[in-house]
């Protein structure tokens, strides 16, 4: 299920909110970010924040909610120049990838998260796992636009692709890791349509 389709209309404030959760979560990591600081930043007060999200934890729910909704989109923005049906669909997926990472450097909100607080928020977990079910559907719904057989089975090859150039470009500092993926993207589905 696609995240973008549960968006909920908020306040001015909760807006303020979101935005400074979503700079300081991002860049600072969830658990050393108070809800003080989340507050100055947002101009607003502690109360205002409980009061439109009811905890931490619905704020970061939040938060890695809209930042999903906000890469489903810039994915989908990319899939609308490509090519009706084939590889370069699927390649046009890493292109948006490197867009989005050019804007961020500490690699994957949704595995920073996840690394954070898989053993204390069941909510944050489900929506990180959401999101990387959603990039395993979206691959093996363009391979089968495509017509490559077994599509599900590559599609998760190519999400495994795509998570791993996410950590070769930030954490391993490799300069080619975008292009090496498109590259394994094109050869998997070569080898997959024969």
């Known amino acids: 299920m696609s995240i973008a389709s549960r968006e909920v209309q908020m306040t001015p404030a909760a807006h303020r909110i979101l935005d400074a959760a979503s700079e300081l979560y991002y860049v600072r990591g969830i658990n ?34 809209a930042r999903a909704r906000r890469w489903q989109a810039h994915v989908h923005e990319h899939l609308a120049a490509a090519p009706e049906a084939g590889v370069e669909r699927a390649v046009a997926v890493i292109d948006a990838l490197e867009t989005w990472l050019a804007a961020g450097s500490r690699g994957c909100g949704f595995v920073n998260a996840y690394a954070e607080l898989s053993s204390q928020s069941a909510a944050a977990t489900r929506v990180v796992r959401q999101e990387k079910q959603w990039i395993r559907d979206l691959f093996s719904s363009l391979l089968a636009e495509a017509g490559v057989a077994d599509p599900e089975a590559l599609g998760r090859q190519l999400a495994i692709i795509h998570e791993g150039a996410i950590v070769e470009l930030t954490a391993g500092g490799s300069q080619q890791a975008l292009d090496d993926a498109r590259r394994a993207v094109r050869s998997l589905i070569s080898a997959g349509s024969d």
Do not use: H
């Open 32 to 65: 050393s970010v108070g809800m003080d600081l989340v507050a100055e930043q947002a101009g607003t007060t502690k109360k205002t924040i409980y009061d439109r999200f009811g905890s931490k934890d619905g704020l970061v729910v939040a938060y890695l909610e």
